[in-house]
Structure formats: C-alpha cells, structure tokens
C-alpha cells in the first residue's frame, strides 16, 4: 500500500504487497520532494528490496510501512489516493482492510482499484486473479464506498475510482 503527500495533497497506492516498487517510485517521483509516498508491504523483505531501490534513485520520499493482513497501518484520514493494482484480491480479510484503508482517507480521498476484467475470458490470467465489477462493486460498496468514476480504455483490467460514503 502506498500514500503520497503533496503540498498538502496525499495520495496513496494501497496494495497487499509493494512488490518491486514500480509504483511507489514513479508516485514518489511524480510529488517530487514535498510529497511523501507511504510503501506498505506485509512482507519486511520486499520493503528492504524498496528501500534499496529508493536509495540508488535518491528518493527520499517514501515511508515504508509494515502491514499487516487486517491493516495498512497509515495516517488516520490523511491519505488522498490509495492505489491497488492487481491486489484487492488478494486481500485475505478483506472487510477489514476497507474499513482501515476507508479510515485513512482524507474526508475528499479516493481509493483506486485496478483489477483484470471477470467478464473477459481472453485475459490470459487465471480466473481466481481476476474480478468482475459487479464483484468489486458487490464488496466495496457494503464497506461504505461508491463509485466515483471508472477508466475501461486498460487492455486487461478495469479501472475504479471510489468515494468513501459520508457516514
């Protein structure tokens, strides 16, 4: 999971795993130096692996974050986009991490999913890694999200934007 702050503007890239970082340094580039991106990982080697790679680019934007399977561990409603790509489905609790990634939100945050298209059988990805929106939406929704807009030029995947509903 990922978080960036800009000049007063966060955005966050949530994801169950960081992996190699792709996203988290092209993020923490794009805010420059007065932005921060928070990298949360389950997994204490792949932040090790991050923090390699962000000091031979000389980013010293990024947080690094150990997660856990129920939480993301960022700032409680200072987030401005969080980011999943290719991992809400992964989520082993998911309810859970909604409700903490939903906390972490700015009160105008977004949480952003892209996932590969349920509904394409030409996706060459196993099904069990892919979602239809009808699934996402039928999980995010009851955890206090709506739709704020949608991307469908991705060749793959579906791209969803989400608003956390006012309680």
Not at 41 to 53: G, K
Not at 67 to 73: E, K, Y
Request: with cysteine; charged share 25%.
């Amino acid at each position: 999971m990922r978080a960036v702050q800009r000049e007063g503007f966060r955005c966050g890239e949530g994801r169950a795993g960081g992996g190699n970082g792709f996203y988290t340094l092209e993020l923490a580039r794009m805010v420059g130096p007065e932005g921060l991106v928070y990298a949360v990982d389950i997994q204490p080697e792949m932040l090790r692996m991050l923090s390699r790679r962000a000091a031979q680019e000389g980013l010293e934007n990024i947080r690094l974050v150990l997660g856990s399977p129920i939480d993301p561990r960022l700032p409680v409603g200072e987030i401005d986009l969080v980011l999943c790509v290719d991992v809400y489905h992964e989520f082993s609790h998911p309810e859970a991490m909604l409700a903490r990634i939903r906390d972490s939100l700015s009160d105008d945050g977004k949480l952003v999913l892209v996932e590969f298209r349920g509904e394409d059988p030409a996706v060459p990805i196993k099904p069990l890694h892919k979602m239809t929106k009808a699934q996402v939406r039928s999980e995010l929704e009851p955890a206090g999200f709506r739709v704020a807009s949608e991307f469908d030029r991705l060749p793959w995947q579906h791209l969803l934007f989400f608003s956390a509903v006012p309680e």
